[in-house]
């Protein structure tokens, strides 16, 4: 239960404190005064995204915070958007993720949009109202997880026909492509190797005769360079007799000898490992063109030619040595269909289970809201064929619904108005809160503490006069087991409140700001006068007013078995006459005209039967 909600400079708020009690919480105000501004509060803290758009002109940041008191056990959850756009979430004081946010608050309130009934025009979500009213979402979850492993060992058989008939194609052109290579096969830097060759070779004669010069220059002439040196060597010697400084020349000698001495050696013999020749020549140059083709196709340098070759020879061996057999695929394939068809066929058959209890109940919960003679159908269309199987399983499902007596049921999307709708989006969001709580069909055994709270915002669209009293009384019978604020435009609703908040919002200094204020006895008369009178309050409308409050209140009382005083104000009854009135309130569980009706899943409607 939703205990306290504390906004802090969101939008046109900038301060409000909110207290709410069990039971029918309901928020009355002019439109636009900012009724959904407090929704759009409780969205943040379910998780919705935020924006910076949604910090008050002029702040740095907005803060979102509400205490729920759910078995006892009191959880904090406060949510912070700053005007950059960034936000922080913690629970109980601690870091939480937006995920884990939207995780733990959905168990604590459920919030019912103002438009959220228009969605029933979207034949696609039928389903999934089913599924909310059975309480099918673990079912539905583990068929949406096999159909994911359908999907994916599906793929795989694919791949794998696919790689079958592909392999020996791609083996043909790895044979080809490292044919080439191994052909000519390339040695690391061999290129660079060939390109000092093919220099050599090509310039044979210069480097034959500058081989002879200098040759001649430290062997064969009058003044050759070794000859001359001798006696530069007899100097020095002497030299380092009186200076130190020689001595280490001295020493060099030998070293420098040796070193002039392997220089000659080596201009003697310049080619003798690779004697020119025009042929020689050639074979160099044809070599090094056919590695420059290599390194045009598979290079750019040797080395990526190197990486290329070794690549295809690993692509070869794997093709090779591709393990596993389409027998074991398709057995893999096989396995995760019938999985999938398992659960999908429990589903199913949970969905229709589920239909034909629904069915009834929605028919004498809109006779309960004016619309007696309504008839329902869910039709089904299934199982869908191989290629139509989605993750929710092999059917489809639509409601239709006839408002008339005799007229055909029709698809809802063109048939219902506005009123209709909404009448019909809160008998399936009553109906599934109480189903999916722990709740009986009847309400028969006491209301769980642990049901989250329930929010509608404007669940009254479309209706008036009579049935907006009905819908009044149907939400102060919810509150009976579940916590209900309701956010709404009419007085006939609004007087059947536990507790009654009013919205509104002034301008002050130039800015506009939203406040909200709990009302006692006098100022929901006032509140009512104003929302039966508008601007034209009499003491007419005041006395009517007081009339309606009163009225209500006597109302609750019969349903409910007991009277106000005996109970302190803003508490939900006992467990006892919470079901007690909940279960007459609703019709739920008792005889009525409509009984137990079929569900038809293809074609005509099936036939009327007894009730369960």
């Not at 994911?148 to 791949?159: H, R, W």
């Not at 001798?230 to 070293?255: M, N, Q, T, Y």
């Not at 090094?288 to 295809?312: I, N, Q």
């Not at 919002?505 to 100022?523: I, M, Q, W, Y």
């Amino acid at each position: 239960m939703l205990r306290f909600l504390s906004i802090r400079r969101l939008a046109v708020i900038d301060s409000v404190d909110m207290e709410f009690d069990a039971g029918l919480n309901v928020l009355t105000g002019e439109t636009g005064a900012g009724k959904s501004i407090l929704v759009g509060a409780v969205g943040l803290l379910l998780g919705g995204r935020a924006s910076g758009d949604l910090v008050r002109t002029g702040e740095d940041a907005a803060t979102v915070e509400a205490l729920f008191d759910r078995d006892g056990k009191e959880t904090t959850v406060r949510r912070e958007v700053t005007a950059q756009g960034r936000s922080r979430a913690f629970v109980n004081g601690s870091l939480a993720t937006a995920a884990a946010l939207k995780e733990l608050s959905a168990t604590l309130i459920e919030l019912h949009g103002q438009h959220e009934h228009q969605t029933l025009l979207d034949p696609s979500t039928h389903l999934t109202v089913l599924d909310s009213y059975a309480d099918l979402s673990d079912l539905r979850a583990q068929a949406s997880q096999s159909f994911a492993d359908l999907c994916s060992s599906q793929k795989d058989l694919e791949d794998y026909k696919r790689s079958s008939s592909e392999r020996a194609s791609r083996q043909e052109r790895l044979g080809f492509e490292l044919g080439e290579i191994e052909r000519i096969d390339p040695q690391a830097g061999e290129d660079e190797e060939l390109i000092s060759t093919r220099d050599i070779l090509a310039n044979a004669d210069r480097i034959e005769r500058l081989c002879t010069e200098a040759y001649a220059a430290l062997y064969e002439r009058d003044d050759a360079v070794l000859g001359t040196l001798d006696g530069v060597w007899r100097r020095v010697a002497e030299l380092a007799a009186f200076d130190s400084r020689f001595k280490v020349h001295v020493e060099a000698r030998e070293e420098i000898k040796a070193l002039l001495e392997d220089l000659a050696h080596t201009l003697r013999q310049p080619l003798s490992a690779d004697p020119p020749s025009q042929a020689r020549l050639e074979q160099v140059e044809e070599r090094l063109a056919a590695l420059e083709r290599l390194k045009r196709k598979y290079g750019p340098a040797l080395a990526d030619v190197l990486s290329r070759r070794d690549a295809l020879r690993r692509e070869r061996r794997t093709l090779e040595d591709l393990t596993g057999s389409l027998d074991a695929v398709e057995t893999r394939y096989a396995t995760a269909r019938q999985a999938y068809l398992s659960l999908a066929s429990s589903l199913s058959q949970a969905r229709h289970d589920a239909a034909r209890r629904f069915v009834p109940r929605v028919e004498e919960f809109l006779g309960e809201l004016a619309m007696e003679q309504t008839r329902v159908e869910v039709r089904f269309r299934g199982p869908l064929p191989e290629g139509s199987w989605t993750a929710g399983g092999l059917d489809e499902a639509e409601l239709f619904v006839s408002p008339n007596p005799g007229e055909d049921l029709r698809p809802l999307v063109r048939v219902a108005s506005g009123g209709e709708l909404s009448r019909l989006m809160l008998a399936i969001k009553t109906l599934t809160a109480v189903s999916r709580h722990g709740f009986s069909d009847a309400f028969a055994r006491t209301p769980s503490s642990a049901a989250p709270g329930l929010i509608f915002d404007e669940v009254d669209a479309g209706i008036g006069g009579r049935v907006a009293d009905v819908v009044g009384r149907k939400l102060r019978a919810l509150g009976s087991a579940f916590q209900v604020l309701c956010i709404t435009h009419l007085p006939q609703i609004a007087a059947y409140a536990d507790t009654h908040f009013a919205v509104a919002k002034r301008v002050s200094d130039g800015r506009t700001t939203t406040t909200v204020a709990r009302l006692d006895e006098a100022g929901r008369v006032r509140e009512l006068s104003r929302m039966l009178g508008g601007e034209g309050v009499t003491e007419l409308i005041e006395s009517s007013a007081r009339e309606m409050l009163t009225g209500r209140r006597v109302a609750a009382n019969a349903v409910s078995g007991a009277k106000d005083e005996e109970r302190p104000k803003g508490e939900s009854e006992s467990p006892a006459s919470a079901a007690s009135a909940a279960r007459r309130a609703t019709g739920l569980g008792s005889k009525t005209g409509h009984g137990q009706r079929a569900v038809a899943r293809e074609g005509p409607r099936g036939r009327r039967g007894e009730g369960e």
